[in-house]
């Protein structure tokens, strides 16, 4: 028994694909969310400053090669109620054949509070209209770093708060919610985390749902990347512990990423971003990265290089 589970992890390294990275170079693409549709691969980054383009849509045929496609955003369809200034973390989800929606955060002109805003189109390049008031908004603290949860037909969206990562179920267009029902399902409370997690990704594997999740000072070398599961979207969610992803001698504060499937689709990666070594933290770029996802006998995932 022994002999054949060494051979059986030495199969799963050898099988996993080695990424160069950084994926996308001397670009700034922070917090990437990355999905599979048709045959591609499309990535949308944050955006941070006062040019008209938001989002910037990245697509690729082998999670290697990029290519800049378009943007969520322009100056003819920015959302109203933003800001227009901070763009931070969107992803694009698909609900159907010509439904994808976007969930993103932005600043709201009324309140000033970071609140997350959502977006529909039929193409999933576009062009995406917003809808003209913010999806989530909580006036006692600020709300970011959206992602939506798929499950037998329900649909589902988790964020983040000061403390709490939140979970709220939504209508079937995904452009509102059932009820007022929220519920608290995670919070920092490991020491490697320091005082925030944000950036959740929720896959479904084996009838369990994992959730990646980034913690600590995202400029900084302690920045990484941590898993929890639950049997249910509500919880309880139980975390590995230790990171599973953090700083090497080439990639400082890995972080905020997104998890699919590869080209033959049966192995993970993990799509995310990182410093250059000696280049942390602004004026410097968060660089896209992959690596490949293996999974343990004890259900857990690791990083396989």
Request: net charge negative; glycine share 6%; with cysteine.
């Amino acid at each position: 028994m022994l002999k054949y589970y060494f051979l059986c992890i030495t199969f799963t390294l050898v099988s996993a694909r080695h990424f160069t990275n950084p994926i996308i170079d001397k670009l700034d693409a922070p917090d990437p969310g990355v999905v599979f549709y048709d045959g591609l691969y499309y990535a949308v980054s944050t955006t941070n400053n006062d040019e008209p383009n938001k989002f910037p849509i990245h697509v690729s045929h082998d999670l290697q090669t990029w290519e800049l496609q378009t943007y969520v955003f322009n100056a003819d369809n920015q959302p109203v109620w933003s800001t227009k200034v901070e763009y931070w973390a969107a992803e694009i989800h698909i609900l159907g054949e010509q439904q994808f929606r976007v969930y993103y955060t932005t600043r709201d002109i009324e309140s000033k509070r970071l609140a997350i805003g959502a977006a529909y189109a039929t193409n999933i390049l576009g062009p995406y209209h917003a809808l003209d008031r913010p999806l989530v908004l909580d006036l006692t603290q600020d709300v970011l770093d959206s992602n939506l949860i798929q499950d037998n037909g329900r649909l589902y969206l988790i964020w983040k708060g000061s403390v709490w990562m939140y979970l709220r179920e939504l209508q079937s267009d995904g452009l509102g919610f059932t009820d007022d029902s929220v519920h608290e399902i995670l919070q920092n409370d490991l020491a490697w985390e320091s005082y925030i997690i944000e950036g959740p990704w929720v896959v479904k594997r084996n009838n369990t749902f994992y959730m990646f999740y980034s913690g600590n000072e995202y400029c900084g070398t302690k920045y990484a990347v941590g898993v929890a599961r639950a049997l249910k979207v509500q919880g309880p969610w139980v975390k590995r512990g230790d990171p599973i992803l953090v700083t090497n001698d080439e990639l400082v504060g890995p972080g905020h990423c997104s998890v699919v499937k590869d080209i033959n689709n049966v192995d993970d990666v993990m799509v995310f971003h990182a410093y250059r070594a000696g280049e942390v933290c602004v004026p410097h770029p968060r660089l896209m990265c992959a690596q490949s996802v293996a999974w343990g006998d004890d259900g857990w995932p690791y990083m396989t290089d």
